[in-house]
């Protein structure tokens, strides 16, 4: 749990008493290699600190074809967001790409908490500035960037991601298909 505390101190400053509440609402738990997180269709109420392993998020097309959108490699938090937000049906689902050590809670209980810890509610915040960051620049990426210059900055921002996940995945990820990532890669070498 130590790792969670240095993960969200990292960000910004979380006091002795805030620190206290949360380590009191989370539980740890074990995700199995292809286990899901969060499901298609559900409203989420969990989010998580990843501790150990790899999650990818993603949405399958009416086809089948799966889509990664991002992957989270620890430490990350982990959760769908916008269900969580919004209280709709999430429409991404995360799956544990390798056994994954997790500390879990009931978003609900993060929330309350905002009221008397400004400083978790200021973590909120922060979380949610960094994850549109995120959200716009992959956007970027994926419509004015050739896919050798992505898959550059790809490897930069996951750099051991490659030895640990599929080659399929990552291809997805990039929006290409998995003989093009072998091209680009064989180019790389």
Same mark, same amino acid.
Request: net charge positive; charged share 25%.
């Given at each position: 749990m130590?790792e969670?505390?240095?993960?969200l101190?990292?960000?910004?400053?979380?006091?002795?008493k805030?620190?206290?509440? %949360?380590?009191?609402?989370?539980i740890?738990?074990?995700? @199995?290699?292809?286990?899901? #997180?969060? $499901?298609?269709?559900? &409203? *989420?109420?969990?989010?998580?600190?990843?501790? %150990?392993g790899?999650?990818?998020?993603?949405f399958?097309? @009416?086809?089948?074809?799966? #889509?990664? $959108?991002?992957?989270? &490699? *620890?430490?990350?938090?982990?959760?769908a967001?916008?269900?969580?937000?919004t209280?709709?049906?999430?429409?991404?689902?995360?799956q544990?790409?390798?056994?994954?050590?997790?500390?879990e809670?009931?978003?609900?209980?993060?929330?309350?908490?905002?009221?008397?810890?400004?400083?978790?509610e200021?973590?909120?915040?922060?979380?949610?500035?960094?994850?549109?960051?995120?959200k716009?620049?992959?956007?970027?990426?994926?419509?004015?960037?050739?896919?050798?210059?992505?898959?550059?900055?790809?490897?930069?921002?996951?750099?051991?991601?490659?030895?640990h996940?599929?080659?399929?995945?990552?291809?997805?990820?990039?929006?290409?298909t998995?003989?093009?990532?072998?091209?680009?890669?064989?180019e790389?070498?």
């Amino acid at each position: 749990m130590e790792e969670l505390y240095h993960y969200l101190n990292h960000l910004t400053p979380i006091s002795d008493k805030t620190w206290a509440l %949360i380590k009191g609402i989370f539980i740890r738990k074990e995700l @199995k290699k292809h286990d899901f #997180f969060c $499901k298609v269709d559900q &409203v *989420a109420t969990k989010i998580a600190f990843l501790q %150990i392993g790899i999650v990818r998020s993603f949405f399958t097309n @009416k086809e089948g074809q799966e #889509f990664n $959108k991002n992957f989270f &490699v *620890a430490p990350a938090l982990i959760g769908a967001y916008s269900s969580l937000i919004t209280q709709s049906p999430n429409k991404l689902a995360q799956q544990a790409l390798t056994n994954c050590t997790i500390w879990e809670t009931d978003y609900a209980k993060i929330k309350q908490l905002f009221d008397s810890c400004p400083d978790l509610e200021r973590l909120g915040r922060i979380m949610a500035e960094y994850y549109f960051v995120e959200k716009e620049m992959r956007e970027v990426h994926l419509l004015t960037l050739e896919a050798k210059e992505y898959y550059k900055i790809f490897r930069q921002q996951y750099p051991t991601l490659e030895q640990h996940i599929p080659q399929y995945h990552i291809a997805s990820f990039l929006g290409i298909t998995p003989t093009q990532l072998s091209r680009i890669r064989a180019e790389n070498l």
